[in-house]
Structure formats: structure tokens, C-alpha cells
């Protein structure tokens, strides 16, 4: 970058989950999609990291907001507060003047032109000069490291926190697609009624995820078994504190019904892909991205179930995030970006 030029170029992942912004190959921002506002006034008092510690645990004078929900802005001003805050956690090289923002920021392949008009906004309204879209399942494909220019097919599965994205690619384009509201977020839920309804606890948000992360599983029997875990909370009728023991086991009965869905989903993607491109998948596999493929045994209970292999993307949680990255860098020649 010449000394004159004060474009400050960022690759953004806007997140129902998690937000991460990319700057000069690196990822700047890794944080949870939360904000923490002042009540009376609506000032940002906290994003990100710092927010997620007060969600659940705030007062009268302290609300968190979560601005994304199943992938798509739910609160436009928060949505604005949040990326506005991530952007100025970058670190500028110029510190005399603001840097015109070049950004590409990707969008779930199931929006409305409304919702892509409400992400295009907020990244304007944040700072973005010039913004580009890209489709979410193309951000995973690419971050995967798959070549989507290629007149080959390519399919890819990103598992967020609001949304499933199921996509068949091929020659730079989305061939086909489903985008299904049961992920990350439905499976945390599907954890607290479980523990409410088998073992009469309540349990916080936070300690559902928890519960997840560490013995989420999509097959109720494993070869490498992570360890019980062990919590305590509230009885719900006689609100003294109770300690279960729970097994990996319990956490993939209690997702099941969710994990059906997705296999549905994939199933209904399988059947509408033309048949050269389905030989290709068949023989290079699917790939997963998005912190849900790190639900333990999920690609054994794909592949077992479609005869296909299904192989989890290098750190799927910056999957998509790095395919941004991939895009902001080949903004000219990407046809399918979109202004
Ligand atoms: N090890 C893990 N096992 C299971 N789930 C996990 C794990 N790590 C993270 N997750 C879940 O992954 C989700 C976040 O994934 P990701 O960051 O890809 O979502 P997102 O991009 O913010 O959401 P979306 O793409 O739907 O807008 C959360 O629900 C989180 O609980
Ligand atoms: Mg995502």
C-alpha cells in the first residue's frame, strides 16, 4: 500500500454465531456476534468476547443482543453497533486519517433481496465504501480450498450457529441449494429441553453450548468417546442444586431429531444434482464447514448414510471466513461477487 492510498480492505464473515474479520491475510477479528447496550441510553457498553460474558448474567441497566438470528439480521441497529465496533478493533496503518473501507461480506444463499439489502446497509453504514457479496456456501467451497471455477462439482455443507447451507457448485455458480433454520443454536436448545424434560435441570444458554462442544455427538456410539460431563443447576421443581453425569450417548439422542432434518436437507440436494456433476462428488467427497461439523461422528453418519464420504474443512469455523478472504483478493476476476 502506497502512502497515499487509505483503502483499508476487509474480508467479513457476519456471523449468527460469530463475526471474523480478515485484513491483510490474517484473521483480525474472531468474536461472538453480541452486543451489550446501555438500557437507558442504547451505548455500546461491550462487543464480542467481552458481551458473551454478560449474556444471561446482566440487570435492568445492561441488555445483550444477539443482532443475527437464523443467519439474517433481526436488529438492524445492533447489527450496525456490533460490525462498527469489529471494523475498529482492526488495527489502521493510517492514524491521521479514516481509511475508505473496500469489504466483501457474505450472506446466507437462502436471502431475500430485503435481507441483502439490510447486510449491504449495515456494512455502509459501518464505514464500507465499496461492499461486495458473496453467497455463504461459495465462501465455505473456497475456504474449503476447492477450485469452484472448475467445470466440476463441488458440494459443500456449512453448519453456522442459525443456519445449514447445503450447496452444489460448479463453474463459479451455485447449481443447487437448501438453507435450513436447524443448526448450532437448535442444537443448544435441543440440549436444555432435554435436560429439562429428562432430568428436571435448568440450564443457561452458555452451558448448553458448553455441554455441546464437549460431548455434542451425531451417533450414539463412537470410536475415540469423549469423557461424561459432569453439571449442576437448578432442580425445576424444587429449585435445589442438582448434579448430573451425561453421556455423549443421551447428547446425540437429544439432537436427533434435529440431525434428521439435515440429512433430510442433504438428501433432498443429492437427489437434484445433475449426474456428471454427482460423479464428481461422489469420488472427491463433501465438504463440511462451520462450527457444526465439529459435532463428533457427523461425517461417519453421513457418509455411512449416503455412501459418500464427507470430509470435515481445516478448521471449520474460519472456513467461510477465509474463503472471504479468498474473494476480496480476486474481486475483478470473481464473476460471482456482487455489488
Ligand atoms: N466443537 C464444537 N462442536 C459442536 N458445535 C460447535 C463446536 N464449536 C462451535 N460449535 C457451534 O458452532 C456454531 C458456530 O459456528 P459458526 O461460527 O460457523 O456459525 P456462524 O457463521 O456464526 O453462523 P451462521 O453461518 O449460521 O450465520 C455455534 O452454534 C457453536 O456452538
Ligand atoms: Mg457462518
Redesign the pocket.
Known amino acids: 500500500m502506497g502512502l497515499f492510498s487509505l483503502t483499508q480492505e476487509l474480508a467479513i ?1 457476519l ?2 454465531a460469530n463475526t471474523l474479520i480478515i485484513h491483510n491475510n490474517k484473521v483480525v477479528v474472531d468474536e461472538p456476534s453480541i452486543v451489550a447496550l446501555d438500557a437507558h441510553t442504547g451505548k455500546v457498553v461491550a462487543i464480542g468476547e467481552q458481551a458473551r460474558q454478560m449474556h444471561g448474567r446482566t440487570h435492568q441497566n445492561i441488555r445483550t443482543i444477539r443482532p443475527l438470528k437464523d443467519g439474517v439480521i433481526a436488529d438492524f441497529t445492533a447489527t450496525e453497533l456490533m460490525l462498527r465496533g469489529m471494523i475498529k478493533k482492526v488495527k489502521t496503518t493510517h492514524q491521521l486519517f479514516t481509511p475508505s473501507l473496500k469489504m466483501v461480506i457474505c450472506i446466507p444463499s437462502g436471502s431475500t433481496n430485503v435481507e441483502i439489502r439490510a447486510v449491504r446497509d449495515s456494512a455502509e453504514h459501518a464505514g464500507g465504501r465499496e461492499v461486495y457479496m458473496i453467497y ?1 456456501p461459495m465462501a465455505a467451497a473456497l475456504g474449503s480450498g476447492l477450485d469452484v471455477e472448475a467445470p466440476e462439482g463441488h458440494m459443500v455443507i ?1 453448519i ?2 442459525g443456519t445449514t447451507e447445503i450447496a452444489c457448485i460448479s463453474l463459479g455458480g451455485i447449481v443447487c441449494s437448501e438453507s435450513i433454520n436447524v443448526a448450532g443454536d437448535v442444537f443448544t436448545e435441543d440440549i436444555r429441553s432435554y435436560m429439562r424434560q429428562t432430568h428436571n435441570i435448568r440450564v443457561g444458554e452458555r452451558t448448553a453450548e458448553d455441554i455441546k462442544i464437549a460431548i455434542g455427538a451425531a451417533l450414539p456410539e463412537l470410536d475415540e468417546e469423549p469423557e461424561d460431563y459432569v453439571i449442576t443447576g437448578p432442580n425445576i421443581v424444587t429449585a435445589l442444586p442438582t448434579t448430573i453425569t451425561l453421556s455423549y450417548s443421551e447428547i446425540a439422542y437429544a439432537l436427533e431429531k434435529s440431525l434428521i432434518k439435515i440429512d433430510a436437507a442433504i438428501m433432498k440436494v443429492l437427489e437434484s444434482i445433475p449426474p456428471e456433476l454427482y460423479s464428481d462428488i461422489y469420488k472427491k467427497g463433501v465438504y463440511l464447514a ?1 462450527g457444526g461439523a465439529l459435532i463428533k461422528g457427523l461425517a461417519k453418519r453421513l457418509s455411512d448414510k449416503c455412501n459418500i464420504p464427507f470430509i470435515v474443512a481445516d478448521d471449520p469455523l474460519r472456513a ?1 471466513a477465509r474463503g472471504t478472504g479468498i474473494a476480496l483478493k480476486n474481486i475483478g476476476r470473481f464473476s460471482f461477487l456482487m455489488r
Open positions: 464473515d456471523g449468527t455463504e456449512d453456522g450457529g462451520g467461510v
